[in-house]
Every structure is written in C-alpha cells, then in structure tokens.
C-alpha cells in the first residue's frame, strides 16, 4: 500500500537532509555575494495543475493574444547583428519581427509584415540595404521609411507617412536583444529585476555566441522549459552525473514576478549517494568525465589530502579560467566556478550565471501547443582586446539527429540534453490521457514551475 504519512512540517519548509546550499556558501573560499546567500522562496500552495494548460488548443490561443504581445522576449544576440543593415529574422507566437541595426548602432524591430498584400518582407536573416517584398517590390529602408511603390500612379490614396512599417518595442541588456509588440507594462529592467544586478559579476556583455544548436521538440513549450526547472530528475535521467551533482540539495529562489533561478552544487555528492562509499578523488574524476562545461578527461585535477573535491576543483578553475579568458577570477566563488546557476526569465528565456562557460535556453511553441523549438547557446568570455567573432547561424537537427550529432556542444552536455527530450514526447502523451487531468508539484523542488505558471495566470487574466 502506497505511504500516505501526515505531513511532518509546515508546507514549503521540507528539505533535503545533508549539506545544502548554505552549508556550502559559509564553507567557500571566498566570501560570496550577499544575493547567493539568500534565501528567496515563496510557498504558492500545493494545489495541482491542469494538463489542459499543455493540451487545449483553446488555452495555447488565449496564451497568444493575452500573454506573447505583453512580455519581453529575447530575440537576438548583439554579436547577431553587429553591422549597420545587419537583420535578425525573430519569430515566434504567429509574429514575425526584422531586428535591424541602424546606421548609428541602435536596434529597432519592425513587423516583418508588407503593408500592400500582407507577404513576410524577408525569411532569413543576414544583411540588406533595404526591405524588397519579393511579391510586388514594395520597399522600405531599414529604419522602416518607405522607400518605394512600384506602379506609385495606382497608388495616389497611400501617404508614406502612413507606410511607415509597424515597430515592436525593443530593449538591450547583457548582449541581449529584446522585442515586445505591445506598448506600455514594465520597463526591460524592470522586468528582468533582479537578474541584471546579479550578472554584472559574469558580465554577459562579455561574451559571444560560440555555439548554437536547435531541435524541434513533440511537446508542449511550457512542459519543455519545466524540465530544465528542477534538477532532482538527475537522479533518473542522468544518473551519470550523480557522482558530482548535489540535486536534491538544489536551492531555489523567486523573484517578483519574472525571474526566478535554482542553485545546483557540482563537484558534490549527490545526496542519493553514500557519501562513505567512494572518495573525493572519484568525485572529480566523474565531473571532468560527465560535466559538459568541465573542460573534458584531458584535466589532471588531484584531490590533496584533506581537502574536498568541490575546493580542489575550484582552485584549478580559478586558475585557469583567468589563464583562458583574461579575466582575473580571484574574487570569483567556488559556487560561481563550479555550479550550474541556471536562471529563468518568464516566459522563455534561461540565461546560466557564474564563470563557467554559460548556457543559454530558448523555448519558442513550433508552432502549436504540441511541439517546441528547443534552442541551446554556448556564450564564450572574449579576452580583453580580442576581436568579438559574429555568432554562428544557429544549427537545426533534423527529425532523427540526435543531440549527439551537436558536436559543438561536447558529447558529454549534448547526452544530457538527449536524455531530458527523451522524455518530453512521452510526457506530452500522457497529458494528454490523462484520466485525473492533474499534474502535481512538489511543493520545493518544482516552485519555480509553479512561480511560472502563477505569472502566466496574470497575464491572462489582465490582457484576456
């Protein structure tokens, strides 16, 4: 018979016992920054979630008018676009936006939309002196102006003042480009509050696209981002990284209504495991293995007596990370040259922090509620003084490429994102059958999912 014990603490204040995340803030090296050390969670409630909420059709409908127009969304990378007439082709949500660098290096973002029979403007992106529709030769300039209209004598009822093309707004932080189609909410920097305080340590402006690689995914977008939003499922899915991963000892924080971020601990033990059972040299010998930012088995990292692998792995990043990059990292943390800070900025948008080589992940609905395009980044710091190289095109699987085939993203990252899609198709199937259409969260481990899907409940109660 299943264990249905009562529960023992107040809602949302059960944790996982062993070393958790304050133990290893006061054990560092270095003395880390006052927000790593605090504690943000909020209990939500411990209700369930409906599985229409990935099914419905009609829910994926009120999420395209009521909450896409309204939230900022990342669209671009600066090194994307570094070049006057540079274009970015964005697109999701049934929009299409022309991200455009402007003669005096702003951005601005117009519909990618002809005004005369409705034809998208451009499919792809890359450079162009203006924007030709290929139906007609309808023209405009870059900064939206109407350049030309052929046949102009069939044309004497249209001004060009009024064939201006349409703009979204858009705003720029940390190397990042953001659109948002409807006026008026939060400003960027309102909206992403407090992640811009927190990355001016890992300095995102810093760094460049150094991979790029996508997959069409057969599952909804908001159950995709969700398995990247809790790390305890390593103790199924990758078990290979449990000999370094402190999963279960993850901290989780929420910020407002945006933002949100988990902690999780790497060149630890997984608290799954027993401690006493390996030592701390197996410890690093599995991360240099297993963790795809590690830096690979070529490392000779040796465990001195009486010291942990965590700060043995550390000292070696510390030293290293300065040697690659250019950047002296001796106020940098042991938790920000090991761990996976892996941030979320509603709706789809998850930006890694630390000095780690940085993850980035897109989740854009591709192009229902039944599949995803699922975009991985690798963001490189550049040296000081070193040319900034244009980010690569972005490398799109087929339908049976495995993210193995990623070779630039390292075979021991592209397995772990092998696992987690392996996973997601089924996940979208039972939701689906679902005979109690219920999906029920932890109330610690999973509250960033449930912090997601409160914030979407607003828009669409504000804007639907």
């Excluded at 979630?49 to 990342?74: C, G, H, I, K």
């Excluded at 692998?309 to 990370?321: E, I, L, T, V, W």
């Excluded at 930006?351 to 229902?368: A, E, K, L, S, T």
């Excluded at 021991?412 to 092998?418: I, M, Q, R, T």
Aim: aromatic residues 12%; charged residues 25%; hydrophobic residues 40%.
């Amino acid at each position: 018979m299943a264990d249905d014990t009562t529960r023992a603490v107040p809602a949302g204040t059960a944790r996982c016992p062993g070393v958790g995340w304050d133990d290893l803030m006061r054990e560092d090296t270095v003395d880390p920054p006052a927000f790593m050390k605090q504690e943000a969670y909020e209990y939500m409630g411990s209700a369930p979630l409906a599985t229409e909420r990935y099914t419905s059709p009609d829910f994926f409908r009120r999420e395209l008018a009521a909450m896409w127009p309204n939230v900022w969304q990342f669209a671009a990378r600066e090194e994307e676009l570094p070049d006057p007439g540079d274009v970015v082709v964005y697109e999701n949500a049934g929009r299409s936006y022309l991200v455009t660098r402007q003669a005096d290096g702003s951005v601005r973002a117009f519909h990618n939309v002809c005004l005369h029979r409705g034809r998208k403007l451009r499919l792809d992106s890359g450079w162009s002196k203006d924007f030709k529709c290929p139906f007609h030769g309808f023209t405009w300039n870059t900064n939206g102006s109407l350049k030309e209209i052929p046949c102009r004598w069939d044309f004497g009822h249209l001004r060009d003042a009024d064939m201006q093309l349409p703009e979204a707004q858009v705003g720029r932080w940390g190397g990042y480009i953001f659109v948002k189609e409807n006026d008026g909410g939060a400003t960027l920097e309102e909206y992403l509050a407090p992640l811009p305080e927190h990355f001016m340590r890992w300095r995102h402006e810093d760094c460049v696209t150094g991979a790029w690689v996508a997959k069409v995914i057969h599952a909804n977008w908001k159950a995709t981002a969700e398995a990247f939003m809790e790390a305890w499922h390593s103790v199924v899915t990758h078990p290979q990284i449990l000999p370094f991963t402190g999963d279960a000892n993850t901290r989780y924080n929420v910020y407002g209504d945006h933002v949100n971020v988990a902690y999780t601990p790497f060149a630890v033990m997984s608290p799954h495991l027993d401690p006493a059972a390996h030592p701390q040299q197996w410890i690093i010998d599995e991360f240099l293995k297993y963790n795809g930012r590690a830096g690979g088995t070529d490392l000779d990292v040796k465990v001195p007596e009486g010291v942990s692998a965590r700060k043995a792995m550390a000292a070696m990043n510390r030293q290293r990370f300065t040697e690659m990059f250019g950047h002296d990292h001796s106020h940098a943390t042991d938790a920000e040259l090991l761990d996976a800070f892996t941030y979320n900025v509603f709706p789809n948008f998850a930006p890694w922090g630390g000095f780690m080589p940085n993850i980035v992940y897109r989740w854009r609905p591709w192009p229902d509620q039944d599949s995803t395009l699922m975009e991985v980044r690798l963001l490189m710091r550049v040296p000081p003084g070193a040319e900034r190289p244009r980010a690569p095109v972005m490398r799109l699987l087929g339908e049976d490429e495995p993210w193995t085939a990623a070779g630039e993203l390292g075979h021991a990252l592209a397995s772990v994102f092998e696992q987690d899609m392996a996973n997601l198709p089924y996940v979208q199937d039972g939701l689906k059958v679902s005979k109690n259409n219920r999906v029920q969260l932890g109330d610690y481990q999973e509250i960033r999912i449930r912090h997601f899907h409160r914030t979407l409940d607003k828009y669409l109660s504000r804007f639907g």
